[in-house]
């Protein structure tokens, strides 16, 4: 499903990320160090995904998983991958539930093994 602003253009991952850090920080508070942390493991995925045009919804698990794959192959700590991972878990739960997105990529995907 693609999401819409109110002047009916669509939202691309880039609104849809800023919607989320925003909706962290107010509804949790969250500080200026965890948003930053999230966006920048956010935009990380965008960039490894090479379309700036991107909606949430076009994201697929294969596509999450070969990222983290990436990461590790890169020699990444295990908890800054499984933090990253977390932040898409958020991101996507959050556009499930506020963006109507259809599907989550990451409703059953536990990850690589780390």
Known sequence: ???????????????????????LQLA??????TLSAYRSDLHELVAHLSNPL???SQVR???????????AREGREPS???RKLSA???FFWFCRLELNLDEDP?????????
């Open 80 to 82: 800054s991958i499984r």
């Open 61 to 71: 698990p294969s596509q999450i998983e070969a990222h983290l794959a990436a990461l």
């Open 1 to 23: 499903m693609l999401s819409f602003s109110l002047t009916g253009m669509p939202i691309g991952i880039h609104a849809e990320i800023d919607a989320f850090l925003n909706f």
């Open 88 to 90: 898409l878990r958020g």
């Open 106 to 114: 990451c409703d059953s995907f536990l990850g690589p093994s780390l």
């Open 28 to 33: 949790y508070g969250a500080s200026p160090h």
């Open 54 to 56: 991107l909606q949430a």
